[in-house]
């Protein structure tokens, strides 16, 4: 079991930046994928972007390249969500999840968080 809490939300103006941050406690492996996901309301939850634990190789929604960045403290068992240059359109519930190694990494996450609201004003 690996519980996830999510922080850093909050209300920025377009072009601003938030780090979000995601603290896995439980039984957690070494070699797992660690994930961000986001829903804006009326919306379908949406992949953002993923960190293999181990090797450290990440991917990222389109929307989000050369704007967001996650990285990972191993010693703090914490993934970050660095997000510069935001847009109104980013607006939504940022969740973190967590699962084993997969092929597929943009969905069958196990583990979730309860979520932290940004919001971005034009």
């Known amino acids: 079991q690996v519980q996830l809490v999510e922080s850093g939300g909050g209300l920025v103006q377009a072009g601003g930046s938030l780090r979000l941050s995601c603290a896995a406690s439980?039984?957690?492996?070494?070699?797992?994928?660690m994930a961000w996901f986001r829903q804006a309301p009326g919306k379908e939850r949406e992949f953002v972007t993923f960190?293999?634990?181990?090797?450290?190789?990440?991917d990222y929604a389109d929307s989000v390249k050369g704007r967001f960045t996650i990285y990972r403290d191993k010693a703090k068992n914490t993934v970050y969500l660095q997000m510069n240059g935001l847009k109104p359109e980013d607006t939504a519930v940022y969740y973190c999840a967590a699962r084993n190694r997969g092929a597929d990494y943009t969905r069958n996450y196990d583990y979730w968080g309860q979520g932290t609201q940004v919001t971005v004003s034009s």
């Open positions: 960190i293999n634990w181990s090797y450290g190789n990440t």
């Open positions: 439980g039984r957690t492996y070494s070699n797992y994928n």
